[in-house]
């Protein structure tokens, strides 16, 4: 880690613990800090984004980053010692995250309000632009908002808390799997009309197509970005199957 970038999570960490960022408040802005500190904004995003993975801070889309309450950050910790006491755990999250995904998505196509759709059409438009360009920062932090946004949606803290805390626990492996996708590349397409038809049919109240959206989603992403083996369902055929597929060479 570069040690401007260890410098300034130091800076926030030590600020948490003394009281000057407060548990459930914005965090002050990237330009601020970078000012404060005297470094980059290249450097206070890189630090934010290293708190952001182990659960101590929070982005919420379109209004800043927030410092995570103690509870919240216990379990983020929990999270990561499960992963480093089981070196296997990734297959498990993955396929615990794509029945979460898939009950997630159901709920939030029955149950979302006005303000929810103008919060998933905003998280969509973030990540779509991320997937249309090669910024590896951008596309972990607006694909992993928009899943928030749609657990948000249930209108179910229980859903909203365990989708942010698993998303935290992968967020290193996101960053691996990722890895600046090309906006030409043929996954990154693929991982753009999925998440098109994902929003189509939430915001449609399709409850059944959102479920099976989800699920054909994060078969594609457990099997071409994380390099597991595809998981045979039971339920409605993956939704995506009609979709071209991308190699994992491609990845």
């Keep these: ?23 459930g408040r914005r965090l002050p802005a990237e330009r601020t800090l970078a000012e404060r500190l005297q470094v980059s904004r290249a450097t206070a995003r890189e630090a934010i984004g290293l708190l952001v993975a182990r659960g101590v801070l929070e982005r919420r889309q379109g209004d800043g980053t927030y410092v995570v309450a103690a509870a919240e ?26 029945m979460l995904e898939g009950r997630t998505a159901e709920l939030a196509a029955l149950r979302h309000d006005d303000a ?23 596309q972990i932090r ?4 928009f899943h928030r946004a749609i657990a948000d949606a249930t209108h179910n803290p229980v859903f909203s808390y365990l989708i942010a805390s698993l998303l935290a626990l992968l967020h ?31 915001l449609a109240r399709d409850a059944d197509r959102a479920r099976e959206v989800a699920g054909g989603h994060m078969d594609y992403v457990a099997v071409q970005l994380n390099a597991l083996p595809r998981v045979a ?3 409605a055929s993956s939704a995506d199957a009609r979709l071209p597929r991308a190699s994992a060479e491609q990845v």
């Design 116 to 138: 929810d759709r103008a919060r998933l059409r905003a998280a969509h438009a973030a990540v779509d632009a991320a997937y249309g360009s090669s910024d590896r920062q951008a």
């Design 142 to 145: 607006s694909d992993v908002a």
């Design 233 to 235: 369902r039971t339920t």
């Design 1 to 23: 880690m570069p040690s401007q970038v260890a410098q300034i999570t130091r800076h926030i960490e030590q600020g948490i613990a003394d009281g000057r960022y407060v548990a």
């Design 73 to 98: 950050r216990r379990m983020a910790e929990i999270w990561q010692d499960m992963a480093r006491q089981h070196p296997m755990l990734q297959a498990d999250l993955v396929e615990f995250r794509a």
């Design 172 to 202: 290193d492996h996101v960053q691996v799997s990722l890895a600046g996708l090309s906006p030409q590349s043929q996954v990154s397409q693929q991982l753009r009309r999925q998440h098109d038809a994902l929003l189509a049919a939430i």
